[in-house]
């Protein structure tokens, strides 16, 4: 069974930092795509970033190019997303999910939350 | 990265059949056959009903069906149920490793 436990969510200030981890079970990790998707409050699904199986090609949203880093460790089946320079906008449930094909989410976590305030 | 677009919110009686609509463009909707959408009630994470345009994961009741058309991808609940009341979110692979959502829209049956 296919299981992604997320953790590392909190409160931080802005301009602060946060790394949240997933841990994947149920599947060969090093063989298939992940990515973050959040949620912010009352608002709709988007698309963070995703990093590749095994060459650790990553990719980036427009809004958090350049201050967020995924990485994964293939060898502990886990996910990282580094938060650096945080923003009130970037408060949301973070969400890791197992990308099938390249192309569609059907597994995700339950989420852990960011809050960024003062 | 542009989010894609869907009403905020349709409904309809228990039987009747809702369609909501999604529309991108030619760098994600329309370039790809490669939507899919999700369903999710208040609290939980997001439910693949749809994915690859019109393939419905196991499980998924076949009520649920998915199309496209040029730059705009449709879901339809045919006979709808009360446990059918949630968000619905469409979801376009828009180049490698990418993705943009839809905004939501909040299906409500009367």
């Known amino acids: 069974e296919v299981q992604l436990l997320e953790s590392g969510g909190g409160l931080v200030q802005p301009g602060g930092s946060l790394r949240l981890s997933c841990a994947a079970s149920g599947f060969t990790f090093s063989s298939y795509a992940m990515s973050w998707v959040r949620q912010a409050p009352g608002k709709g699904l988007e698309w963070v970033s995703s990093i590749s199986g095994s060459t650790d090609n990553t990719y980036y949203a427009d809004s958090v190019k350049g201050r967020f880093t995924i990485s994964r460790d293939n060898s502990k089946n886990m996910l990282y997303l580094q938060m650096n320079s945080l923003r009130a906008e970037d408060t949301a449930i973070y969400y890791c999910?197992?990308?099938?094909?390249?192309?569609?989410?059907?597994?995700w976590g339950q989420g852990t939350l960011v809050t960024v305030s003062s | 990265q542009s989010a894609l677009t869907q009403p905020r919110s349709v409904s309809g009686p228990p039987g009747q059949s809702v369609t909501i609509s999604c529309t991108g463009t030619t760098g994600d909707v329309g370039g790809y056959n490669y939507v899919s959408w999700f369903q999710q009630h208040p609290g939980k994470a997001p439910k693949l009903i749809i994915h690859?345009?019109?393939n419905r994961p196991s499980g998924v009741p076949d009520r649920f069906s998915g199309s496209k058309s040029g730059n705009t991808a449709s879901l339809t609940i045919s006979g709808l149920q009360a446990e059918d009341e949630a968000v619905y979110y469409c979801?376009?692979?828009?180049?490698?490793?990418?993705?943009?959502f839809g905004g939501g829209t909040k299906v409500t049956v009367l």
């Open positions: 690859d345009v019109n």
């Open positions: 979801c376009s692979y828009a180049g490698p490793y990418t993705h943009v």
């Open positions: 999910a197992k990308v099938e094909w390249l192309n569609y989410f059907w597994y």
